[in-house]
């Protein structure tokens, strides 16, 4: 292959990449940026700082399994009320606490703490290890309900924190498509792979711009937890908040038809992507 053309060919996967990636609005602008220039029923002028209400590169809860998460977790893990309270027949998955993922997503749209509150503030001399807001004057509790202030009652909502299909899938099992059993028969079988000794989860959405077996941002991830609810204590993968909901995914009635979601949801894709309906 001439340089020429090696230059023509990675100029042409850039384009690649670039027109695949612009296919998805980003979190600045949309309701989850609390700046002045965010679509957010709360805003504020104090910062200009999109990231800082979630992340913070440095003084993060190292206790959270969200990326340099800027905000202290509920520990109370019991006051939700979850699905299963329901008892659904059709409801065959177990249960663990609240957690993970969830209990991050949680910590503004549970209406029980300020969205702006915050261990690291931004700019300098700002951290709190207990958390403060931003701007009180501003920023408050996350309002509306059902959605998007879910409350401490989960029983209206997609369970969490639940195993995935029912249970059958662990840490111990082979990377690739899942061969074993699920406990329920209508999912479809999970993806696995072994990233810095860590098992990673997930379950391939119809997304046309995806591939098979491998890991995306359109797919349906899935979230490793040790709770030993099902007894041994295996590590498997579970259904969080995470799972079809990505947080810096705006979307549009074109491209997901409800924000947040990982892919479109035409002809209930979402859905489909686990349950085989």
């Known amino acids: 292959m001439t340089n020429k053309l090696r230059c023509l060919t990675k100029f042409a996967l850039l384009g690649v990449l670039f027109a695949g990636s612009s296919a998805f609005a980003q979190v600045v602008g949309s309701k989850h940026d609390f700046t002045a220039g965010g679509d957010a029923p709360q805003t504020t002028s104090v910062t200009d700082q999109v990231c800082v209400f979630c992340h913070t590169p440095h003084g993060a809860d190292t206790t959270a399994p969200v990326p340099l998460w800027n ?12 699905y299963s309270t329901l008892s659904t027949p059709t409801f065959d998955s177990l249960e663990a606490p609240v957690g993970s993922v969830s209990l991050a ?12 509150v915050v261990i690291n503030g931004p700019g300098s001399g700002n951290y709190n290890g207990t958390g403060a807001e931003i701007d009180p004057a501003a920023i408050g509790i996350m309002t509306g309900t ?18 995935y299909g029912g249970g059958g899938a662990s ?9 074993g059993t699920l406990g329920d028969p209508d999912f479809n079988a999970p993806v696995k792979a072994t990233i810095n000794g860590q098992s990673i989860w997930w379950v391939d959405s119809a997304d046309p711009g995806g591939t098979a077996l491998i890991r995306e941002k359109t797919d349906m991830l899935l979230y490793t937890r040790s709770d030993a609810i099902g007894g041994g204590g295996a ?15 705006a979307g549009s009635a074109t491209l997901t038809q409800v924000s947040f979601l990982r892919t479109s949801n035409a002809a209930s894709a979402v ?7």
């Open 146 to 163: 059902p959605v998007p202030n879910l409350s401490g009652d989960l029983s209206n909502d997609h369970p969490v924190s639940m195993q």
């Open 105 to 116: 997503c949680l910590s503004c749209h549970d209406g029980t703490q300020a969205m702006d």
């Open 271 to 277: 859905c489909v992507a686990c349950h085989t309906k």
């Open 235 to 249: 590590v498997e993968p579970f259904v969080e908040c995470g799972s079809c909901h990505d947080p810096h995914n």
């Open 171 to 179: 840490d111990a099992d082979g990377d690739g498509l899942f061969g």
């Open 71 to 82: 905000k202290v977790l509920d520990s109370n893990q019991g006051r939700f009320t979850r």
